[in-house]
């Protein structure tokens, strides 16, 4: 097993110092294009797991204008997702991240295990994408602040609750991710917020947050939206996930113009399209 370590990675480093602020400074959203390379993912499970499937999916959505890979080997969907070993992380990483990283973009890591995270990161890596906010592995804060590197700071929940205020309870998640962020030095520059659309909220709450995703700008950071083939989508418009373009696009859109500055996405070039669009017709307004 590989060992979390702290150690400078000079050229995660180097990527995220030129490209992160620069994509967070445009007039529309970065997009984060999706690649799971997992045999139980939601939408996509098994599809990319293969190394050569994996890599061509990585080339064809930057060809689509994707600023970002988010690669994950472990499923996050919120339900029924079974755990693995670090080791077997390990294994489907091995093959894909290398040749991902070497396709130019900015690649992020999407793993709940910080001794995952560190070997991404000495293999070129440049973003963290952490689904539980610095809340869940007690290595991951210092590692971060360790590598000085950009990191989403994801809202979670083990289950959902309808009789909650769901924005307060991100606001209250988020303040403590922040809490800990600041205590281990991650400087407030390289942090990203994701309210964490469909993981421990019902339906309705998703919608409700896309609605009110303004409020959260009192934070002053950057929000992250990943609402794409999410399932509250069907609960509108009954379909399967592989049909919920039109349903996601919406929600970007609306994630948008609620401040959203990255957008995270099975479907780059429909979404670049659309937001370059729509952020062409706000400048007429």
């Keep these: 097993m590989i060992a979390t370590s702290s150690r400078a990675a000079p050229v995660a480093v180097s990527v995220n110092r030129r490209a992160w602020p620069a994509l967070l400074s445009r007039p529309y959203p970065a997009v984060m294009g999706v690649l799971n ?7 996509d499970g098994g599809k990319f797991i293969m190394p050569e499937r994996a890599v061509a999916q990585a080339r064809s959505m930057i060809a689509g204008g994707a600023d970002i890979i ?3 080997a472990e499923s996050t969907r919120p339900y029924g997702a079974e755990s693995i070993s670090t080791d077997e992380e390990f294994k489907r990483l091995r093959p894909i991240l290398t040749d991902v990283v070497s396709l ?8 709940m295990k910080s001794a995952v995270v560190a070997w991404a990161l000495d293999t070129g890596a440049a973003i963290v994408n952490d689904v539980w906010g610095l809340q869940r592995d007690p290595e991951m804060a210092r590692l971060v602040a360790a590598r000085r590197c950009p990191v989403v700071v994801m809202h979670n929940r083990d289950r959902a609750d309808p ?8 606001s209250g998640f988020f303040a403590r991710s922040l809490v800990i962020a600041t205590e281990v030095g991650i400087s407030r520059e390289n942090i ?3 309210p964490g659309i469909g993981f421990g909220m019902t339906p309705e709450q998703s919608m ?8 959260l700008g009192t934070f002053g950071l950057p929000l992250l939206v990943g609402a794409s083939r999410k399932r509250f989508i069907c609960t509108v418009s009954p379909c399967e996930p ?8 919406a929600a970007h859109l609306i994630a948008a113009r609620g401040g959203a500055r ?6 780059v070039p429909e979404t670049v399209q659309a937001l370059r669009v729509a952020r062409a017709i706000w400048d007429k307004e």
């Excluded at 409700?208 to 409020?215: S, Y």
């Design 262 to 267: 990255i957008i995270r996405t099975h479907d």
């Design 37 to 43: 390379i997992t045999p139980d993912s939601f939408s």
């Design 242 to 249: 592989d049909q919920r373009l039109g349903g996601s696009i």
């Design 192 to 194: 990203a917020l994701d």
């Design 163 to 170: 009789g909650i205020d769901i924005m307060a309870d991100i």
């Design 70 to 72: 988010d690669i994950g």
């Design 208 to 215: 409700m947050v896309l609605a009110r995703l303004d409020q």
């Design 104 to 111: 130019g973009v900015p690649v992020s890591i999407d793993s």
